[in-house]
């Protein structure tokens, strides 16, 4: 764009001519069709993330270090490459160029550094290291059985154990929940698709309805966000009647039981008490519903509509075992539980710190308080927790942060 006859004129002082005078309003105008590059605002909660992109090249290696670093309990250096790759996940673009990362938020120098490689040389050399790496693996294998956290696969690591097998060989003490998931390892490791899912709310509703009368079943986590495969199937269950719901969860499980539809669960106890314990915020905001962690039992051909031949399954048992997370909540905590629930953790993550640091609030999945007003504020939809934080609403679909 030759600007030469308005900087001129301006270097002498002299009032636009006409002519000029046009030129420039054209070129207002101009500047409003051609936007300045994409302004990305710095919370995920703040921004559009769908579930496809354009830049899993740059963000899958951003997230195998975040995944490293929490496999080394480093959780800021975690947090720091998680955020950095959502960034890229909310681009409208494809990055080409490390122009393109110009302006934008949340991008560390460690974050800057690998993309710069990738864009480069097409890899990150500490990304392959460590997706190559022995303690990596391990760690991947070891933390990949369903009830074993990082510390318990970090000790087998030290102790030379690799594979998940390797802890029945050497005779580990292993609780209920790492028995199950040995046991259940190569199907617990496989991803639940969107059919198998559909099939287990039908067994949950199913169970739901035998025992209570009305209660509301809501499909939470990736699947609400409308991913197609997940590595488990979460629900939330709750009825209109406040207190309804109370004692729900052991009914549920023991028709579930008794249908012979569970391989495992382990119930926590709902210990969510207002009054009790006022707006300090848990740790982690979604242990104090009645949730139950359990593993079901589902036949072949259950999933899908009603046909018994399903040609996904050609071989191997006649089930197949997938984690199922239940949570009931009461119906007042119901819209909190349900912006908790549907995730993406990321997205979660955002959305406290942002209520916290931005607006004097703790948000937690039962409730919202105002520090400044000393109370809680109540809400019947995420709309209105959205409108209460003072953000834009975004939809499940675009909360793949
Ligand atoms: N959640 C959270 N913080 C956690 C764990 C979970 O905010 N530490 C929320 C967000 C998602 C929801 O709970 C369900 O958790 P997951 O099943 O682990 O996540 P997901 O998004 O459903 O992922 P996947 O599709 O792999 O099951
Ligand atoms: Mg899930």
Known sequence: LDISWLTESMAEGKPLAIQDRHRLKVMGSLTLINPPATTVKSYACQRR?????????????????????????????????????????????????????????????HSVRVIKEILEDGTSSEVESTRQSEQYQAMKALTGVFGVGVKSADRWFREGLRRPLDLIHTGQKLNLAQQAGVQYYNDLNRPVTKREAVAISHIVEKAVNAVLSGAII?????????????????????????GAEEGLMPKVLNWLEEQGLLLYQKTTRNSYLES??????????????????????????????GTSLNTSYD???????????????????????????????????ELRRWAGQEKGMSLSSHALYDSKQQRYLRANSEEEIFAHLGLEYIPPSERNA
Do not use: Y
Request: hydrophobic share 35%; net charge neutral; charged share 30%.
């Open 49 to 109: 993330t769908p579930l496809k992109h354009h830049n899993t090249f740059l963000t899958d290696a951003l997230e195998i270090l975040a995944e490293n670093a929490e496999f080394n309990e480093n959780e800021g250096r975690s947090v720091a490459f998680r955020r950095s790759a959502s960034v890229l996940k909310a681009l409208p673009h494809v990055v080409r160029g490390m122009d393109d990362l110009k302006n934008l938020p949340c991008l560390g120098e």
């Open 218 to 242: 809501t499909l939470m986590g990736g699947f609400r966000r409308g991913k197609e495969v997940g590595h488990d199937v979460d629900f939330l269950i709750t009825h209109l009647e406040e």
């Open 276 to 305: 009790k314990d006022g707006p300090a915020r848990p740790p982690h905001n979604l242990d104090r519903f009645e949730r139950c962690f359990s593993i079901f039992k589902l036949e072949k051909g259950k999933e899908g509509s």
């Open 315 to 349: 071989s191997g048992p006649s089930w197949r075992a997938v984690r199922v997370d239940l949570v009931v909540s009461p119906f007042s905590q119901f819209a909190f539980a349900t912006l908790g629930w549907t995730g993406s953790k990321l997205f979660e993550r």
